[in-house]
């Protein structure tokens, strides 16, 4: 678990603009993750829309919380916010939020009362009193969900109430992170899908936010997309089917004015009879008491009448699930004119002309990359079997974006791990478009993991090395990702690192030139010579690529 924070002075008082910068900027970073977030939804129903719902009942609470009397003060912003996000929550997640915000407003009171108008008090109570709030709301709480992350975050909260308030606030996310990490080992649901909750991703952005405006600098998180963990996944054989998935066709949300709270038990009964995921909360305001419903049904309409036996309804919302996934879907994809391609990620003009020589589609990286830009060139190919060759230029967890975002009924994507141009290379010239897919697939990794590479890059302040430290100015050898050859200029580090790759064999050797040699031309004529002299039996070939991150490339086969 993360450690204490450090103790210190405690805030005499909350300003309530305090709180409204905090759900701004909860809103905002919500919205700034929600692709992210509907991504990692898979629990309890993988209809992707977690993030969407979470950021449109943050930004109803934020939008109140503006909207107060200028004068207001804390207990009138925080019942605001809370009455705003359960009149508008959308889905389980923003009814889950709805009662983080509804226990801060609830933890405003208690601090009137005590006379106690501290952040820890508002902060740490008010996730207290939220977490509890949540999982009376929720018909079958599990571990591994928002509810653990929250749980987890208002203990945190509560162990670091006698510190200064960005501490404590830091030590809550820092909680809350820590026990998204864990959920995978807690649901299988999420395990098997190679995902965190969603619902506990976000929740960690109302956290980091509170850290955000308290100190002015953000918590930087990893991109949660796909399984990043390590430690015992749930028991669970393959083929066994996870709990979390509903037979329920239907989601049913309203709100509920006028009723009893003996009437609502008896309601989350009955919901729970004709269908689940079941979620009552309520806001507790002085206004009277409004209930916001939500259940996944196959009978819409007995739901819906159900509540209003129970009192006046409003705000009505049903959405079929499998309407969803085809809006989601789109429009049926006709089938691909083209039978296979292959897509390289390049550096450097003469690099993009060589791969579109040899019947690539080239996405250029030299001024930045997206991995929607690969995304839409894989789609731009129009192929029913896709070949993609990111040349180290994607981190894995991009390449899962692309995959993602590129893969469909009708298209398959394969991904070569080349780390280098020269390596793709090597992959392309075993390239056979009249081969079985997954026979040239292999064959092309087969090339590519045979190309010994190294590059040969100039270093612009001190470093230390596997060589020795080197200066400003001086030339790197490196082998894969391992800097063995410092030498004075481009032509010495080049023979030196030729030596260094020869001297476990080879016949081929390809150089891939970068922009600092096309005013240089009397390296490749060095190498040439050395090549000859030192090499006599082994093949040389040099292309002028034009890439400014390397003075050249090495591939050796």
Not at 12 to 24: E, K
Not at 168 to 178: G, K, P, Q, T
Not at 326 to 346: N, Y
Not at 514 to 529: K, T
Request: charged share 20%; proline share 4%; aromatic share 4%.
């Amino acid at each position: 678990m993360p450690t204490t924070a450090q103790r210190g002075d405690r805030s005499p008082r909350v300003n309530p603009q305090l709180l409204r910068d905090w759900a701004r900027a909860s809103a905002d970073g919500l919205v700034a993750v929600r692709t992210e977030i509907n991504d990692l939804n898979v629990f309890p129903i993988p209809d992707s829309d977690t993030g969407s719902n979470m950021a449109f009942t943050m930004g109803a609470a934020a939008d109140a919380a503006e909207q107060a009397e200028p004068g207001a003060d804390v207990a009138a912003v925080t019942r605001a916010m809370a009455d705003a996000a359960v009149g508008s929550a959308r889905g389980n997640s923003g009814i889950i939020l709805s009662q983080v915000l509804v226990g801060v407003a609830d933890a405003a009171v208690v601090a009137e009362t005590e006379n106690d108008q501290s952040f820890a008090q508002l902060f740490a109570g008010g996730l207290a009193l939220g977490s509890l709030a949540a999982v009376r709301a929720v018909s079958d709480p599990r571990e591994g969900t928002v509810l653990t992350v929250l749980r987890q975050a208002a203990a945190a909260a509560h162990d670091n109430s006698e510190a200064a308030p960005a501490d404590l606030a830091r030590a809550a996310a820092e909680a809350a992170a820590d026990a998204l990490e864990h959920t995978p080992e807690q649901l299988a649901e999420l395990a098997y899908a190679g995902v965190v909750d969603a619902g506990g991703r976000g929740m960690l952005v109302l956290l980091d936010a509170m850290v955000l405006v308290l100190t002015g600098v953000a918590n930087r998180r990893r991109n949660y997309r796909g399984l990043l963990i390590e430690g015992a996944l749930p028991a669970q054989r393959a083929d066994e089917a996870c709990d979390g998935s509903s037979d329920m066709d239907f989601e049913v949300m309203y709100l509920l004015d006028g009723t009893a709270d003996e009437r609502i038990g008896r309601l989350r009964d009955y919901l729970a009879e004709i269908g689940d995921a079941v979620v009552i909360v309520g806001d507790s305001s002085e206004a009277g008491e409004r209930f916001s419903v939500h259940v996944h049904t196959n009978d819409p309409g007995k739901a819906v009448e159900a509540g209003a036996v129970c009192g006046a309804i409003s705000d009505v919302r049903i959405s079929c699930f499998a309407l969803d996934a085809l809006r989601l879907a789109g429009p049926d994809e006709p089938l691909p004119r083209h039978k296979r391609a292959v897509v390289v990620i390049a550096k450097g003009h003469g690099a993009r002309d060589l791969f579109a020589e040899a019947g690539a589609a080239v996405v250029s990286a030299d001024d930045g990359l997206s991995a929607e830009a690969v995304a839409q060139a894989i789609r731009d190919t129009d192929a029913a079997h896709v070949v993609v060759m990111a040349n180290g230029e994607l981190a894995s967890q991009e390449l899962v974006s692309v995959a993602a975002g590129a893969r469909s009924t009708q298209r398959t994507v394969v991904f070569i791990p080349t780390l280098s141009m020269v390596q793709c290379l090597s992959a392309l010239a075993v390239h056979d478009p009249g081969e079985e897919a997954d026979v040239d697939a292999y064959a092309m990794a087969e090339a590519a993991a045979g190309t010994r590479w190294g590059s040969v890059r100039r270093v612009t302040g001190q470093l230390m090395t596997l060589a020795g430290t080197s200066e400003p100015g001086d030339m790197l050898g490196y082998i894969g990702s391992d800097a063995l050859v410092i030498g004075h200029d481009p032509l010495a580090a080049t023979t030196a690192l030729l030596d260094l790759m020869l001297a476990t064999g080879g016949e081929l050797i390809t150089i891939l030139g970068g922009a600092l040699l096309d005013d240089q031309p009397e390296v490749i004529v060095g190498v040439q010579d050395h090549v000859r002299r030192v090499y006599p039996g082994i093949e040389l070939t040099v292309y002028p690529c034009g890439q400014a991150d390397s003075v050249l490339q090495v591939g050796v086969e």
